[in-house]
Every structure is written in structure tokens, then in C-alpha cells.
């Protein structure tokens, strides 16, 4: 079967397919990007981002995160930037892309638009992410490592489905939303380290909801602007794996039960490595002057994102595995947003520690796996490694997720735990009061 009619299968699936542990984990996912995006509303992208909306002004029911309504591109592209300012929401390592902030923006502005329920619109995303990461299996590892934000292209076509399922979007017009966004989607990680990498979140998501509107009017586009001739797949890969896609799929099974979550506020390329050094740190009383040298092998595809040897902004630290590393064992909380402050940059000390350590790509190594290597000025060596892809139970996810937003948003936590456990029972617009609820100061800067 041709992967375009896959993907409408998928987009035609019912709810009644959808096994409630998998929607469980969506919910998570809703719960946790609300968090995300709601801790970003003061960061310098979502000020001018407010401002980019007010410019092009224009009546509108979805909500932006930091307050007011904007149409739902808007609110989409806006949302999508802002909750991904942090860098702190989830990632899905099968096509190394974050599926929260590029698809719950599109669906949750539609949503709004069109009345849906709260559930509707978890549902909606589910969709649109399994079609992400499976569009992403497709392009490869070779998108990624030829320059391509998966985040942006992959995720664009999610937020596709996401936003055509919420407008009830036929298959024919479905067919056509998605061939629209085979030539809107974009998104590069030279972007890395700038504010051009949450833009890409939001792109992802103002794509997926344009094109789906388009084509709703009735706007035609390729047969097939995925897998046909010069279509987005054969223009973005040079090594398609056509297998790797649908392999098992839904409602077999759902790849989106492997998406990670983030508890370090920073690139998850870095998060294998930090786990690995904390769980040394518990073993072993380790003092940062102790330290002669520091290995950290990883997959080779990570050198070129989160390897920058001399960060110059707080931004860059979150890309910069000795910098973390000096962090971890100079007792810098890592999991707290605001600790990753320009002067960082500056700090002696853990420009001293980045001269101990070395980073190397391990071709054995998948995505989520570190191996490192500790070794003291006493000569003892002490080697540690972490895999990422060792799931947690969903209990325990939620536990700390819950952790996690309270640390973002303090008191805020509270009303957005109420809504997570009424995403069965509530509206959209019930959601969009929530993303409203703190108005962002308009002052540019």
C-alpha cells in the first residue's frame, strides 16, 4: 500500500481504535506542554511573537499562551515558538523530533475554532504524531544529518493531520492538506542555540494549520506531495527507508509509547549524559576537582547538535555536553530553566571543567544511549552509562511530570492538574482559558 494511503488510514482511524493506556500518554503529553508553554510566556521569542501577531492583527478564537486571541494559524504559530523557548517539552527518538510543540498548537487552535472537546483534540494530536514519526522513519537519519529540523518537516505534516481531522476534512481534501504542506514544510538546526529553533516548533504547527484550511476551501495540490516525483520525500532524503514506516501499524501499535520526556531543561541529546553523571554522583562522592579527564561517547549524529565547545549565551549552554557536564558535578540545577542565564557563559569554573572533557561519536550507540568514562586525579576510573529508552512506568511519568510543572510554573500547576484530570469532560476553549490565563508584557526587547 502506498505510504499516502497509509497515512489517510491513519487519519481516518476511529476513536474507538485508540487504546486508552496510548491516550493516557497523550494526555501526559497535553498536560506537560501546557506546562512548557506557559513558563515560556516571558522569554524574549514569545514578546515578539506577541508582537508579530498584534502586527498582522485579525479577529480570531484561539488562544495564545500570555494572553488575547488570534485566528488559528496565528495562535498556532505563536503557541508552537513559545512552548518550545525552553527547549524543555518531549521528543520521539525514532525521527529525533518534538512532537508537542509542533502539532498540540495546530490542534488546540482548531479546536478552539471548531468547538471541539478537549479530548478530540488530545486524540487529534495522537494521530498527527504517529504519522510524524512514522513520515520521519521514512526520511531517515540522512534528513536529519543533511541539515533538516524533524521538528519542522516531519512535524509539519502531523500538525497537518491534526488540524484536517478537527476541521472534518474529507480524504480527498485530507490528500490535498497534505500535498499542500509538502511544499510549506520547512525547518533547519542551524537554527540551534537561536530563537530560529522554537520558530521552527511554531512553523511546524501555522503550516499543518494553513494547509489544512486550504484545502478545506478547496485549493488543489499534487496527487501525492509526499512520495511522488520531486515530492517531499525524494527532494529531502537521498536514502528513504521505505520499511521503516509502517511497520506494525496502528491500531497494532501506536510508536508514539515511545516518547520521552524531558527533566533537564536543555537539547535531549545532553539528558543521557546527565543521567549518567547524577547516578555516578549517587554512587560515588565525586568532587568537580577530583576530575582529571571526562569521556562521553554518544551517537555521532549528536556532534553536530549539542556539542558547541564554547557557548556564548545560555541558549548555547543547553547545546554544550561539557558545559553541562561542568554543571552536573559544580551542583547547577539542570532541570531548572532559569539557571541557564548568559553568564554561564563567563563563569570560570566551568570553563576550566569543559577542558577535561572529550566527546566522541560512538557509532554502537543509538540516540538516547552515553557511555562515559570518569577518570580521577587519583587514577581511579569509574565508567557509568544511561539509555534513555528504558521507560519508566506511566505512574511514575506522571509523578514527575507533575514535579516538573511545578517547578515551571508554581501555583499555576494547580489549575492546569485540574484540567488534566477533566480532559475527558472539558472543551477546548476550556484549555484556551488556561493558555490565556497570564498576560505577557508588551514591551519589546
Not at 506537560?32 to 510566556?41: E, F, S, T, V, Y
Not at 497537518?160 to 525547518?187: E, H, V
Not at 549552554?317 to 558535578?329: D, H, N, Q, T
Not at 572533557?357 to 554502537?364: H, I, K, L, R
Request: net charge negative; aromatic share 8%.
Amino acid at each position: 500500500m502506498a505510504v499516502m494511503d497509509q497515512i489517510l488510514d491513519l487519519s481516518e482511524l476511529s476513536d474507538s481504535d485508540i487504546p486508552d493506556a496510548v491516550l493516557r500518554l497523550a494526555y501526559a503529553s497535553f498536560f506537560d506542554w501546557l506546562a512548557c508553554g506557559r513558563a515560556g510566556i516571558g522569554e524574549p521569542v514569545a514578546i515578539k511573537l506577541h508582537a508579530f501577531a498584534d502586527h498582522e492583527f485579525g479577529s480570531g478564537a484561539s488562544s495564545l499562551f500570555g494572553g488575547g486571541q488570534a485566528p488559528a494559524r496565528m495562535a498556532a504559530l505563536v503557541n508552537g515558538a513559545i512552548s518550545h523557548a525552553l527547549d524543555f517539552d518531549d521528543t520521539h527518538f525514532d525521527h529525533v523530533g518534538h512532537l508537542s510543540v509542533g502539532i498540540f498548537p495546530a490542534a488546540l487552535a482548531v479546536g478552539e475554532e471548531t468547538g471541539a472537546t478537549a479530548r478530540a483534540v488530545a486524540e487529534s494530536f495522537l494521530i498527527g504524531a504517529e504519522a510524524a514519526i512514522r513520515l520521519g522513519r521514512i526520511l531517515g537519519t540522512v534528513h536529519y544529518n543533511r541539515g533538516f529540523h524533524q521538528t519542522a518537516t516531519a512535524g509539519a505534516f502531523g500538525a497537518t493531520l491534526a488540524a484536517g481531522r478537527l476541521y472534518g476534512l474529507s480524504r480527498d481534501q485530507m490528500r490535498a492538506a497534505l500535498g499542500l504542506c509538502s511544499t510549506r514544510a520547512s525547518g533547519l538546526k542551524s537554527q540551534f542555540g537561536t530563537m530560529g529553533k522554537p520558530y521552527n516548533a511554531g512553523l511546524a504547527s501555522s503550516n499543518g494549520v494553513e494547509s489544512a484550511l486550504l484545502a478545506g476551501l478547496g485549493m488543489s495540490s499534487a496527487d501525492d506531495g509526499l512520495m511522488g516525483l520531486q515530492g517531499f520525500v525524494a527532494t529531502h532524503s537521498d536514502a528513504p527507508d521505505m520499511d521503516a514506516g509502517w511497520q506494525t501499524p496502528p491500531p497494532q501499535e501506536f510508536r508514539f509509547t515511545r516518547n520521552s520526556y524531558k527533566f533537564h531543561a536543555c537539547c535531549h541529546g545532553t539528558h543521557a549524559m546527565i543521567e549518567a553523571l547524577l547516578s555516578a554522583l549517587q554512587t560515588h562522592r565525586i568532587q568537580p576537582e577530583e576530575i582529571a579527564r571526562l569521556r562521553v561517547g554518544v551517537n555521532p549524529r549528536w556532534l553536530s547538535v549539542c556539542d558547541i565547545k564554547t557557548p556564548r549565551t545560555g541558549l548555547e549552554v543547553k547545546f554544550s555536553y561539557s558545559w553541562l557536564a561542568g554543571m552536573v558535578f559544580h551542583g547547577y540545577a539542570t532541570g531548572n530553566d532559569r539557571t541557564y542565564t548568559d553568564t554561564l557563559c563567563t563563569d570560570t569554573k566551568l570553563r576550566e571543567f569543559s577542558g577535561k572533557v572529550t566527546v566522541t561519536g560512538e557509532p554502537s550507540l543509538s540516540d538516547q544511549q552515553t557511555q562515559v568514562s570518569i577518570e580521577l586525579t587519583s587514577g581511579e576510573k569509574i565508567a557509568v552509562s544511561q539509555d534513555l529508552a528504558d521507560r519508566m512506568p506511566i505512574e511514575a511519568l506522571e509523578t514527575r511530570l507533575l514535579t516538573k510543572a511545578q517547578n515551571l510554573i508554581g501555583s499555576g500547576a494547580e489549575d492546569l492538574v485540574a484540567l488534566w484530570n477533566s480532559f475527558d469532560s472539558i472543551d477546548a476553549t476550556t484549555v484556551g482559558a488556561f493558555v490565556q490565563a497570564t498576560q505577557h508584557q508588551c514591551q519589546a526587547t
